[in-house]
């Protein structure tokens, strides 16, 4: 493989994304806050570097995937980050899920570096990371998304190419905002079934087989009829998603109405210290609001 990979943040989504490029042959360069986090990667054969700076350094495409907008504009901004690390012609993709007007602003700091950029934020949690079938949406020139395709062919399944720069954020905006609607549905649905004296498990079925049906109510369905909130994709993150969603809504002057319902509802959750549970566990402030158990 003739480009050299670096890759930044490798927690529960980027660790394993980091591990499908390495696995296709590419050279990976790799670090991590905590250092620890690096270990199982080195040992398969990646090299470890000691600042963001350093992978860039090192690397053609950069790869960052961290929590929230300032973590980005830590690790490629700060004093140790990857613009002062970048080389001309290299490319930087934040995986990330930030503001759309923060990666505009990192895309045209890059720039004067003369590196280019691409928002590549995913959907598809960690399963998808895992299994390599995540949903990539893509912001930045075409032939820049040309360039990176075949690394992300090796993260992902569905991958679009939507627009300029920032492109790919709105997308996973909106993808967010569709998902939290979705999630209250389902949450709605079975906590009333419950309170009605139907079994939510039947009613659930019997949806799956008609027009409600939806990924959302197939897999996080079943996580609440189980009550299992162990994490996937954690509440704090994905309240912080909401946040996204409602300041984009904003810059353009579009009420999201159910969105910013949807986006109090987990801060509700946090509220009451679900944040690192899964994100279905909205079913459980929807339960509680019903006066029942989830």
Known sequence: MGERIGFIGLGI?????????????????????????????????????????????????????????????????????????????????????????ATREVARRLAERGAEMLDAPVSGGEKGAIDGTLSIMVGGKPEVFERVLPVFQKMGRQIVHLGESGAGQV??????????LTLLGVAEALTLARKAGVDPAKVRAALLGGFAQSRVLELHGQRMLDRNFAPGFRTRLYHKDMGIVTETGRSVGMPLLGGSLAAQLYQVAMNQGL??????????????????ES
């Not at 907008?69 to 613009?83: E, K, N, R």
């Not at 909205?282 to 029942?292: D, F, M, S, W």
Request: charged share 15%; net charge neutral.
């Open 13 to 101: 989504m980027g660790r394993p994304m980091a591990g499908h490029v390495l696995d296709a042959g590419f050279t990976v360069t790799v670090w991590n806050r905590t250092r620890s986090k690096t270990t199982p990667l080195v040992e398969r054969g990646a090299a470890a570097a000691a600042s963001p700076r350093e992978v860039a350094a090192a690397s053609d495409i950069t790869i960052t995937m961290v929590a929230d907008t300032p973590d980005v504009l830590d690790v490629i901004l700060g004093p140790q980050g990857v613009a002062h690390g970048v080389r001309p012609g290299s490319v930087v993709v934040d995986m990330s899920t930030i503001s759309p007007a």
């Open 171 to 180: 997308t996973k905006a909106c993808n967010q905002l569709v998902l939290s």
């Open 275 to 292: 944040g690192e549970m899964d994100y279905s566990v909205l079913a459980r402030v929807v339960a509680g609001l019903g006066g029942t």
